[in-house]
């Protein structure tokens, strides 16, 4: 009984963390497309949650995103993950650009998820995403990219088999500084709240 | 008889009828007697009469009609103290309890009460009653003319049918009344008094009753109250403080004359005698009834002819039946068909136990009271020649007052004390001299010891130990580490008689608390909640009684285990999952609406369908005395320090403030204020006024006290110093004491006049507030009234002159009226008054710079009111514009309209600290949940500052915060810069 009341309490979370790494797999290759990585003929014109939204052609890059985000949703579900950031490299491995999803989850929220007034916050971030390309850099030829994100706490290796499929990237270059934030959007919607900002090197980040 | 509450009724009814009355019967009733009575007794009249005569209901059992005396024979009887189950009944049950059952479980179901043994007998009777009806139908038709007056007369006469008030058998004696009326369901009452044309018992003998009609939390108001009434474990446990109120003093005694007790102790053989009277709840009972002494008896609360009631206590000749406490009645009767059942009498128990300590008391002053009817006594220091001879006369004396035998067990240790009495038992004595001591353990069973329950024994049985010689043979150091050291010393110990307890004082009780586990049943939450409150008032009232408040406060709840079903106990609580919650407060009490609201909240945290509810409990801990904590509130709190403290006034503070004024730097920082509304309102009910304290005392408080103080007044006195200071430093002609005391009131009378007007209608409180503004007129100085134009409107000429500390505290509402009818600033050239300009910005900068972070509290949030009140004219259109802004609540919408706005005057110092404090306190706002917001704002603020040097000054002001919070939040710098 009592495991049965946690399983409905969990529930709006459960709810939420779903619509969330739905919306960040959108999310996230609209910035790609945005950061003309790849030529505009990889992506074709979806709607998603009313909103035309590009999507990814190539499978594997569709896949790319598609699993990440996933793989991340259990994490996303026990409120362990704090930031997913999409992170653009230059030719040497250094970051140029960042873009942060922050994720705050409230564990504690109680009552029914309104679904609507979730996708209305979220389309807000699709909407302002492509409006925001002044604000970002420029990315040098020869650029990579990936998806990270970070955890409030690494997850206990004996909670779950998924921990085993954390990758823990190692030497990764680092800014010295910290780095310059500009807001692109925030929400706020129980039990979640979103805000997506980019993150710059500091203007007195030693040049690589 | 309808004097004393009974009741003729003129057709049978199982629901109504209790007593069949006659003088004769004919043959053909009598042997079909059951069909005839429905299982009632069928009583003689002259048990009426003497009933009455007696004032209290007499046992009706020797008014049996002869005829059926003689018929019921052979069923075992009843003495006079027996009440109820009589012989009939008792018949009826036997032959029903095979056959009948499925019906009566349908009949209980029915009936959301507990229905008591005679409606149980009738009940089951169903076919029975029609033929019944017809019966005595004819004998009762022309009773319905008679009157009222004549009834008892007739139905002497007459067959008829008698219930008598339960009120006249409160009176007579304790407790079982209720098996005499039958139940009722109380709704039903009154149709089928129309119906049947019965004679109801009165309505307030239902209100002496209750405990009768409702055995559940659902049908029953009084529930809680009742429940501790009836209870055994309840009259247990509130004996303890019973018994230390009487004899404390004599407890203290023994402790004064023996200072030295402990070293005597272990100098001299000591001699403990265990005094345990034999089963004391029955034997009470049945002291007076020297018929019922070698007979079953067993005391339970409630005689229902289901039989799931549990037997609290049994007597030895049950005993040898086999019937034990805790067994449900069905059982017992199956073991032992001649058993008596008995209701609890605790008057008498009461009686007893304190006679039982007098008599423990007058031979020794060193008694440990263990329960109601069980006591140690230390005898050692009373060099007793022969400890047996003591003992039997203590026996003697307690079987000679009080009619109950004690057994008594000496040794010399606790331990083995009690263990002597347990051979001793029952009536007898028995001692152990400590040689003997081993052979007394070696073949105890370890069960026998005290501080071993079923889950140790389980344990021990597991490792094949059964008796204490078998636990004597595993070393101190495998017990302890099987056990754990206290356990496994514990066993050790006892297991060869080794008991270094000493015969103590009284403890003193670790909680006060109530639970009911019984009859607990609730439709809703509604009902949950009246059932907190009533075990609120209980756990309230045990305080009060004991002199003691609680500090922790917990709330247990036994909830119903989604796969149990309806207990077998009848109203009991079944399997059940035990919750329980605490709390702990900063301050003892003992007040309902503190335990009220407390168990509230706790009650919120299980998250409980109501209906799952089966038992519930309170309980406070952590005890205080409510005389030393009230001592001590007195002496600790500063509050009373304060108020006892001479209220000098501020004069003194005047010299100081100026060499103290460059101690606190810029004006920025002082942040004075009366914060706004009932926060203050609060504190002036207790705290002499902020203006009364005088600056220079405080200020060489030691900065604990300072702190402490700064607290009773919600964090108002620390900016109250600095903005003292910063005033005494400034070129302020005013008077201090007026300037702060004397609110800045019109000196208008009609207007104020006018106000009051307007407030008639409302609360008391605010005329309070309007009065203080009339008391406030008189006293205005000859300064402001110089200053101030003469003018014909009733309205003071601006907002500026009203006192914003009253217009603070006047409910919403009526601010906005008078706020409307005040024309904002509709003499510019009076503000131009230099003097008055300072005092004034004196007055709303204590409103303005609200120190707290609750600037963004509420809606509107406050700093639109203070910032309306404002005299700075910046101020003011940016509380108007919040207004205006949408969506509302962000600060970023309001300054897009700022934006808009043309010309931008300047608002001073003043205004750019009120600006800063609001940016910071938005900042901490938002800065987790929406930088965006933040972001936004910065950049608006930054095209603002453009327009004007007060937005510069505001923005060069909060950057650095905004960027230190951004830090902390995000690891990194906003994209924004400074501008030089």
């Known amino acids: 009984m009592e495991r049965k009341d946690n399983n409905q309490a969990k529930a709006p979370q459960g709810e939420a963390a779903r619509i969330l790494t739905e919306f960040l797999e959108v999310a996230i290759t609209c910035i790609i497309f945005l950061k003309g990585v790849y030529p505009h003929g990889a992506f074709e014109r979806r709607r998603y949650m009313n909103v035309v939204v590009h999507r990814a052609r190539h499978p594997q890059l569709r896949d790319y995103i598609h699993s990440s985000v996933n793989g991340l949703l259990p994490f996303i579900q026990k409120g362990l993950v704090e930031r997913v950031v999409v992170i653009f490299f230059d030719n040497e491995d250094f970051p140029i650009e960042r873009f942060v999803f922050k994720v705050n989850l409230n564990l504690s929220y109680g009552s029914k998820v309104e679904q609507s007034d979730l996708e209305f916050s979220l389309r807000s971030f699709l909407i302002k995403l492509p409006v925001s390309e002044s604000l970002t850099k420029l990315l040098p030829r020869g650029c990579r990219w990936e998806i990270t994100a970070y955890f409030r706490a690494l997850p206990e290796a004996s909670t779950s088999k998924d921990s085993e499929l954390i990758w823990i990237p190692t030497d990764t270059k680092q800014w010295q500084q910290p780095p310059l934030i500009t807001p692109i959007k925030s929400m706020n919607s129980e039990p979640l709240g979103v805000q997506l900002y980019l993150e710059h090197p500091s203007l007195s980040e030693p040049k690589p | ?500 307890r000493l015969v103590g004082v009284f403890q003193e009780s670790k909680s006060i608390g109530a639970d009911v586990n019984w009859g607990v049943r609730f439709n809703d939450l509604n009902d949950m909640k009246d059932f907190l409150l009533k075990l609120c008032k209980e756990v309230s009232l045990r305080l009060q009684g004991c002199g003691l408040k609680g500090r922790t406060i917990t709330l247990k709840i036994k909830k119903r285990r989604s796969d149990a079903g309806e207990p077998v106990k009848y109203m009991g609580c079944g399997d059940c999952e035990n919750l329980s919650r605490s709390v702990t407060l900063p301050m003892a009490t003992d007040d309902v609406d503190v335990f009220q609201r407390i168990t509230a909240q706790l009650f919120g945290y299980f998250h409980i369908d109501a209906r799952d509810i089966r038992g519930a409990g309170l309980q406070a801990s952590k005890l205080e005395s409510a005389d030393r904590n009230m001592r001590g509130h007195e002496k600790y709190s500063i509050r009373s320090w304060l108020v006892s403290s001479p209220a000098r006034k501020s004069s003194m503070a005047k010299g100081k403030g100026d060499q103290l004024y460059s101690d606190i730097g810029p004006p920025v920082q002082a942040r004075g204020s009366f914060s706004g509304g009932e926060a203050y309102v609060a504190h002036r009910a207790t705290l002499p006024a902020l203006h009364d304290l005088d600056v220079g005392v405080i200020e060489s408080l030691p900065p604990e006290v300072l702190s402490e103080i700064n607290d009773l007044y919600a964090g108002e006195l620390i900016s109250f110093i600095s903005k003292k200071k910063e005033k005494n430093a400034g070129n302020n002609v005013m008077d201090e004491e007026q300037s702060l005391s004397n609110p800045l009131v019109p000196p208008n009378k009609d207007f104020v006049h006018n106000v009051a007007e307007k407030i008639k209608s409302s609360e008391k409180e605010d005329e309070q507030y309007i009065n203080k503004m009339i008391q406030g007129l008189p006293e205005t100085s000859g300064s402001v009234t110089a200053l101030l134009p003469e003018t014909d409107s009733l309205m003071p000429s601006s907002l500026s002159q009203v006192d914003s500390s009253v217009l603070q505290q006047l409910p919403e509402e009526l601010l906005a009226d008078v706020l409307e009818s005040l024309p904002a600033h509709r003499r510019p050239d009076f503000m131009s008054n230099d003097v008055y300009l300072d005092h004034i910005r004196d007055q709303t900068g204590a409103i303005d710079f609200l120190p707290s972070n609750n600037l963004w509290v509420g809606n509107p949030p406050r700093w639109v009111d203070n910032f309306r009140l404002s005299s700075c004219q910046l101020l003011n259109r940016i509380a108007v514009l919040y207004n205006k802004s949408s969506p509302r609540g962000q600060f970023s919408s309001v300054l897009q309209l700022i934006m808009s706005e043309y010309p931008l005057d300047d608002g001073g110092d003043d205004a750019v600290n009120c600006l800063c404090e609001l940016m910071k306190q938005y900042i901490k706002l938002k800065i987790e949940t929406d930088v965006e917001e933040i972001y936004t704002c910065s950049c608006l603020l930054r095209r603002l500052t453009s327009r004007s040097e007060l937005f510069l000054q505001v923005y060069n002001c909060i950057i650095p915060h905004l960027q230190a919070a951004v830090g902390e939040t995000y690891g990194g710098d906003l994209n924004i810069c400074f501008i030089e």
């Open chain 2, 1 to 500: 008889m309808l004097k004393y509450g009974g009741r003729f009724e003129n057709y049978f009814s199982r629901h109504h009828v209790t007593h069949i009355i006659c003088s004769n019967l004919p043959d053909s009733k009598i042997k079909n007697l059951r069909s005839f009575s429905g299982g009632l007794p069928v009583v003689k009249p002259t048990w009426v009469l003497e009933s009455v005569a007696a004032n209290k209901l007499l046992s009706w059992i020797p008014y049996q009609l002869d005829q059926l005396a003689s018929e019921t024979k052979k069923q075992p009887k009843l003495s006079a103290f027996g009440f109820k189950s009589g012989p009939v009944l008792d018949d009826l049950e036997e032959s029903i309890s095979g056959q009948a059952v499925p019906q009566s479980g349908i009949a209980t179901l029915r009936t959301s009460c507990s229905l008591e043994a005679n409606i149980f007998g009738k009940a089951e009777c169903t076919e029975e009653v029609e033929e019944c009806h017809s019966v005595s139908d004819d004998p009762f038709h022309p009773n319905a003319a008679e009157s009222a007056d004549q009834a008892p007369t007739y139905c002497m006469e007459n067959h008829c049918e008698v219930e008598l008030d339960a009120a006249v058998v409160v009176q007579s004696d304790a407790g079982y009344h209720s098996h005499i009326s039958p139940c009722q369901d109380p709704k039903s009452d009154h149709n089928d008094c129309l119906e049947d044309h019965i004679i109801e018992e009165s309505s307030s003998s239902k209100t002496i009753r209750p405990s009768t009609t409702g055995h559940s939390t659902l049908s029953d108001a009084n529930f809680v109250e009742n429940y501790f009434k009836f209870s055994r474990l309840h009259f247990i446990g509130t004996w303890r403080n019973r018994y230390r109120k009487r004899f404390l003093s004599s407890a203290n005694g023994f402790k004064d004359m023996n200072p030295s007790r402990n070293a005597f102790a272990t100098s001299q053989k000591t001699t403990i005698i265990h005094v345990d009277m034999d089963c004391f709840f029955v034997s009470v009972v049945i002291r007076k009834h020297s018929d019922l002494k070698d007979k079953p008896v067993a005391v339970c609360h409630s005689d229902n002819s289901r039989g799931t009631a549990e037997i609290s206590s049994a007597n030895y000749p049950a005993r040898n039946h086999g019937v034990k406490a805790g067994m449900f009645i069905r059982d017992a009767k199956a073991l032992c068909p001649q058993l008596v059942i008995l209701p609890y009498n605790f008057d008498a128990y009461e009686e007893v136990a304190d006679q039982f300590y007098d008599i423990l008391h007058k031979h020794c002053n060193k008694v440990q009271a263990v329960s109601c009817d069980e006591a140690f006594i230390d005898v050692t220091d009373l060099r007793v020649e022969d400890p047996e001879l003591f003992a039997r006369a203590i026996r003697t004396e307690i079987h000679e007052t009080t009619g109950c035998t004690a057994s008594a067990g000496i040794a010399g240790s606790m331990l083995m004390a009690r263990v002597a009495t347990r051979i001793a038992k029952p009536d007898g004595l028995c001692y152990i001299p400590s040689e003997k001591v081993d052979d007394y353990l070696h073949e105890l069973p370890v069960k026998a010891l005290p501080g071993i329950g079923h889950v140790l024994e389980e344990k021990l049985k597991k490792k094949q130990i059964n008796t204490c010689g078998q636990l004597r043979l595993i070393s101190k150091e495998s017990l302890q580490k099987d056990f754990g050291v206290k356990t496994g010393d514990m066993l050790w110990n006892f297991s060869r008689g080794i008991d270094n």
